[in-house]
């Protein structure tokens, strides 16, 4: 099975302050075909402009990930973490019982770029928790690097769900080969440039959820780009 998601069938939230894109329904954006992959629930592809963000609000009973591009994000958070999230850093809430948090723009001028990804954890009513890493871009070049796992293998940033999330930056001269388990499939996200997955060219903004294969390709298109891939149980 071989779905693609391009990027001009998302959803769209545009409060001048923020411009998002939603490849699963989220907010007032509904399309009952496009509720979620797996356990991927939400992938928010949030534009913040300076000094604009998300006041303290409420969250529960989610894997909350967020993966910045551009800029830099401030969080605060009821748990009484404070921290600045800049590129090639991943953040994880485990929402659980409850949390609530704020992201603003560390920046009055700059616009911040950021993919927000929600996962459904394995259990409901989990321990509220917070988890930050940087990564080396350089792990990445021509390669997926493993960021986020369910026991955080290899010093990636652990979840509590059967998911594995790599992240690579693909260059023209690298070819990328990826076996798919039993029963496991993989939804990837063009994050910047274009890339081409078993054959198909996928820009920025498009995904293409991948599944009852024993393995995909993976190769730069023009020069190449970044993708997160999501390795779903």
Request: a negative charge; zero cysteines; proline letters at 4%.
């Amino acid at each position: 099975m071989k779905y693609i998601h391009r990027a001009d069938q998302r959803g769209i939230t545009n409060f001048g302050w923020l411009n998002s894109r939603h490849s699963f329904s989220f907010g007032e954006y509904y399309d009952p075909e496009m509720m979620g992959y797996r356990s991927l629930r939400v992938i928010n592809d949030d534009s913040i402009a300076g000094g604009g963000g998300f006041p303290m609000h409420p969250h529960r009973d989610m894997e909350i990930l967020t993966w910045v591009l551009e800029g830099s994000l401030e969080h605060k958070d009821s748990l009484g973490n404070g921290s600045i999230i800049r590129p090639n850093e991943l953040q994880r809430m485990t929402a659980g019982t409850g949390i609530r948090h704020s992201e603003f723009n560390h920046s009055p001028t700059e616009t911040v770029r950021l993919l927000q990804i929600w996962i459904l954890p394995e259990a409901r009513g989990l321990t509220p928790s917070y988890e930050q890493k940087s990564f080396n871009p350089h792990d990445r070049l021509g390669k997926l690097h493993l960021i986020a796992s369910r026991e955080g293998k290899n010093g990636s940033i652990s979840l509590k769900q059967d998911v594995n999330l790599y992240a690579s930056t693909v260059r023209p001269e690298d070819k990328i080969d990826f076996s798919l388990g039993n029963n496991r499939g993989v939804w990837i996200q063009v994050a910047t440039g274009s890339v081409k997955v078993s054959g198909e060219i996928l820009s920025q903004g498009d995904a293409i959820a991948i599944e009852s294969v024993p393995s995909l390709l993976i190769e730069a298109h023009n020069t190449g780009g970044e993708i997160l891939l999501f390795d779903l149980a």
